[in-house]
């Protein structure tokens, strides 16, 4: 859930999609600086410091004070459209979705460009050439660049589990000896029922 | 007694040889929220709208709702095993039961699970539990019986094999009674038979099972159990499941009668699906396809045409009323879809009159197509003559003189009330109907007392099994009342009647 940490909210993400719709729209070519920016103003500014969010979406401080906080952190420091961004989330109130927003856009931008993202869960770590090798072979069979997302698993134990949005590719020994169980348990079971005789020792 | 472990070693040792190790590519999503028996479910883009589901606990669930942005599910199973951020492992297919033989003398759950505890239900074929109705070229009218075993119900409101008669009365009016003598009436007749229990007391499926297996009736029947502790998305599909079973023999050429005992409990748990669902509600908050709910599994009744084998499904829907009010939602819908109904009245059943069928307003439109010649001669004017019985009686009792031809429809009328009634699971073969009912027509009865009628009844049958089996041979044979069996019979009667005496 690490990379979605806000999509469980499906209205919170019907807000965010809406939102980072019209910011993609209004940021014409410098969409992939205001999209860095925006990253790291969650992940640098929000994320150390908790009560600057809180203030914002406070309601007991004032529309203009609010921007002035805005004005004298941000100012110089991110784009001016996205500091406009993040004034206009103020007064319409969503900045509790702030960060909806910032995962969808940089969602929807990546797909705008032919990435997908692929979760590759493992059991140990992937060497670069790995990678590589992964990255490529998802070109071939997506026809769009993969954006590869690592989670190391080790109760995978060995094998690949690839994730492309809704579907799962799962070639783990977790998942291969799962369904041997219960083959096996199915089969066993099929057997005593069958031949229940021969199954028993007098 | 203990396994033997080296041959258990080499059959897990086979399966693992034949293992066939394959990629396994899945659609998933991820459990919002549960609540009873449903869930919200993030992800499943692909997913179809009825396709199965599966839970990390092996809990099978069916996509219910497609929204914009998640996927409403009916849980089947356990919901409390289900738990927020669970992944949810879209299958494919639909959902689907185990048909055939297999399933005959056994009670299972509505997703054919044995709940009898004799072991898993062999079987090799399955059959979706949603299929859509055959088509009109598939049918044909119906046309043959379906004897109940009942007097009142094969002489006044025959059912045919391929009709959905509704049995419809308020609580404890002998609903279940009527549809369990009427599967004990199939035996030996090739129809199969299906009882599906929906939102009923375990105890009370107990003893409809402990019924049917002291009467023999288990060798050819099957159990549906969804009882009233179990969640509502099983209520609601045991129905469905029930028809996918007993559709299988009508599709193979054979004959299957199927009980929804009740639909207007399968109706309650629809509405709570779809009230948690957020369906909008509409009349008695029931949501507003309710009525599709079961006009869809009653269309699934059908007499196959010849080409497809001639097989037929006749179900017997059971509805309850609340204080006898058969105008409320529910009973109107079904009584709208079925072939008739078979009107049960608290009244009349502490009256002693049982079934308490009230004839005036019990119907059913397939009428004397489904009837034997015989029954059709000796029960022609029945109803009527009864319903105007009902309005005389009525008359009469405000203490006016009566002229002795309204007097004499009257006795008539109390004795054809007196043989009507009939116990329970003493159904009646339809050749010892006719020659009863020929009796109380044909004015044999009107000498014997009101108190003596069903005396005079069982004794007749018994004179006519043990000594006059040639005449019952006869009309069984021929199936109507030429003038040689006329005859036979009226001499058979009048020789008994010599002999009889009351007590």
Redesign the interface.
């Known amino acids: 859930?690490s990379e979605h940490a806000t999509?469980?909210d499906?209205?919170e993400?019907?807000v965010g999609t809406l939102y980072a719709k019209a910011l993609l729209g209004s940021a014409g070519d410098a969409v992939d600086e205001i999209l860095s920016d925006f990253e790291a103003l969650v992940v640098e500014c929000l994320d150390q410091h908790p009560g600057l969010e809180t203030a914002l979406a406070s309601p007991r401080i004032g529309q203009e004070e609010k921007e002035g906080i805005l004005d004298r952190i941000f100012r110089n420091r991110v784009h001016p459209l996205l500091l406009n961004f993040l004034k206009v989330l103020c007064r319409r109130d969503r900045i509790a979705s702030l960060r909806t927003i910032q995962t969808t856009a940089v969602q929807m931008r990546e797909e705008a460009l032919g990435k997908q993202r692929v979760i590759v869960q493992t059991a140990q770590a992937l060497s670069d050439e790995q990678k590589a090798t992964i990255a490529e072979a998802l070109k071939n069979k997506l026809g769009k660049d993969a954006v590869l997302i690592e989670q190391v698993d080790e109760s995978l134990l060995g094998g690949i589990v690839l994730?492309i949005?809704?579907?799962?590719?799962?070639?783990s020994i977790l998942?291969?000896m799962n369904?041997?169980r219960s083959?096996?348990a199915e089969?066993?079971?099929r057997?005593i029922?069958n031949q229940y005789d021969?199954?028993?020792?007098? | 007694?203990?396994?033997?472990s080296d041959?258990?070693a080499s059959?897990?040792q086979?399966?693992?040889e034949t293992?066939e190790?394959q990629?396994?590519?899945?659609?998933?999503?991820?459990v919002?929220e549960v609540s009873d028996g449903i869930a919200r479910v993030?992800?499943?883009?692909?997913v179809m709208s009825g396709e199965m589901v599966q839970f990390p606990s092996g809990v099978i669930g069916l996509a219910f709702n497609l929204e914009?942005?998640?996927v409403g599910i009916i849980i089947l199973g356990d919901y409390l095993t289900i738990n927020e951020?669970d992944e949810v492992?879209a299958l494919g297919k639909l959902l689907s039961v185990p048909v055939g033989d297999g399933v005959i003398g056994r009670v299972l759950d509505p997703l054919g699970n044995p709940l009898d505890g004799k072991?898993?239900v062999?079987s090799s074929e399955q059959r979706p539990v949603e299929v859509i109705a055959t088509g009109v070229a598939e049918r044909q009218p119906v046309h043959e019986p379906l004897q109940t075993g009942i007097k009142a119900i094969d002489a006044m409101t025959p059912i045919g094999r391929g009709q959905r008669e509704l049995i419809i009365g308020d609580r404890k009016t002998g609903k279940t009674a009527v549809a369990i003598d009427a599967i004990l009436n199939q035996k030996d007749t090739g129809v199969k038979c299906f009882y599906v229990a929906i939102g009923q007391k375990d105890s009370s499926v107990a003893l409809v099972v402990e019924a049917l297996r002291k009467y023999g009736a288990m060798d050819y029947t099957t159990v549906i159990v969804s009882g009233a502790s179990t969640p509502a998305p099983l209520q609601y599909i045991a129905p469905y499941s029930g028809t996918a079973m007993a559709e299988h023999f009508m599709f193979n050429g054979q004959h299957a009668l199927i009980v929804y005992d009740d639909l207007s409990k399968q109706a309650v748990a629809y509405r709570q699906l779809s009230l948690l669902m957020r369906r909008p509600p509409g009349r008695e908050a029931f949501p507003g396809d309710v009525f599709y709910c079961h006009s869809r599994l009653l269309e699934r009744s059908a007499k196959l045409s010849d080409d497809l084998g001639g097989g037929s499904l006749t179900s017997l829907p059971i509805i309850e009323t609340q204080e006898g009010e058969v105008s409320a939602y529910i009973p109107t819908n079904v009584i709208s879809i079925t072939d008739g109904q078979i009107y049960l009245q608290p009244d009349l059943f502490f009256k002693g009159v049982r079934p308490a069928m009230n004839a005036g307003i019990s119907v059913s439109r397939v009428g004397g197509a489904a009837q034997i010649k015989a029954m059709k001669k000796v029960a022609g004017g029945l109803r009527l003559d009864l319903a105007s019985f009902r309005e005389l009686e009525a008359f009469a009792q405000l203490g006016t003189e009566l002229d002795p031809a309204t007097q004499a429809q009257l006795d008539r009328g109390y004795r054809m009330v007196e043989l009507l009634k009939q116990p329970q699971y003493q159904p009646l073969s339809v050749t010892e109907q006719v020659i009863s009912i020929f009796a109380a027509t044909r004015g044999y009865m009107d000498d014997v007392d009101v108190g003596n009628v069903s005396d005079f009844e069982t004794k007749l049958l018994e004179f006519m099994r043990d000594r006059k089996s040639d005449v019952i041979n006869q009309l069984a044979e021929a199936g109507d009342l030429s003038e040689a069996v006329e005859s036979a019979i009226r001499s058979a009667i009048e020789e008994f009647k010599k002999g009889y005496r009351p007590g």
């Open positions: 859930m999509v469980l499906s209205d993400q019907q994730r949005g809704d579907k799962v590719l799962d070639g998942g291969r369904s041997i083959v096996v089969g066993v079971q057997a029922r021969s199954l028993m020792s007098s | 007694m203990k396994f033997n041959e258990i059959v897990i086979k399966e693992i293992f190790s990629m396994d590519v899945r659609e998933v999503g991820t919002l993030y992800g499943l883009s692909g914009e942005n998640s951020g492992k072991g898993p062999e």
